[in-house]
């Protein structure tokens, strides 16, 4: 099982950018769907962004659409979240998770939390003035 571990998390302001990385080991992560989850405080869990090994799956929540980009660096085995434009209301823990052979196929199904078999411990981000 691959390991994860976020990084690039802390404080800025509205409307600045962060850039938030996912480093594996234990694993190569050419084979497997890389999600990025947040959890607000108060709030569920939800589905940031992902994409799988095959980039023919990339996923982008309504409401980071346009903002923030995923990608993928396998010879670094890691992948990352550039968050641009960053508001208030994407402050969150985010989370990186992976599953190996993922693929949802279709751009508009959001990640589960249920089908991802390995979690990071998460980075803060928090978006104020």
């Known amino acids: 099982q691959v390991q994860l571990v976020e990084s690039g998390g802390g404080l800025v302001q509205p409307g600045g950018s962060l850039r938030l990385s996912c480093a594996a080991s234990?694993?190569?992560?050419?084979?497997?769907?890389i999600a990025w989850f947040r959890q607000a405080p108060g709030k569920e869990r939800e589905g940031v962004s992902c994409?799988?090994?095959?980039?023919?799956?990339?996923y982008y929540a309504d409401s980071v659409k346009g903002r923030f980009t995923i990608s993928r660096d396998n010879a670094k085995n890691t992948v990352y979240l550039q968050m641009n434009s960053l508001k208030p209301e994407d402050t969150a823990v985010y989370y990186c998770?992976?599953?190996?052979?993922?693929?949802?196929?279709?751009?508009?199904?959001?990640?589960?939390?249920?089908?991802?078999?390995?979690w990071g411990q998460g980075t803060r981000v928090t978006v104020s003035s």
């Open positions: 998770a992976a599953r190996r052979g993922l693929n949802y196929y279709s751009n508009y199904i959001a990640p589960r939390e249920a089908d991802f078999d390995s």
């Open positions: 234990g694993s190569t992560l050419d084979n497997y769907a």
């Open positions: 994409i799988s090994s095959t980039y023919d799956y990339i």
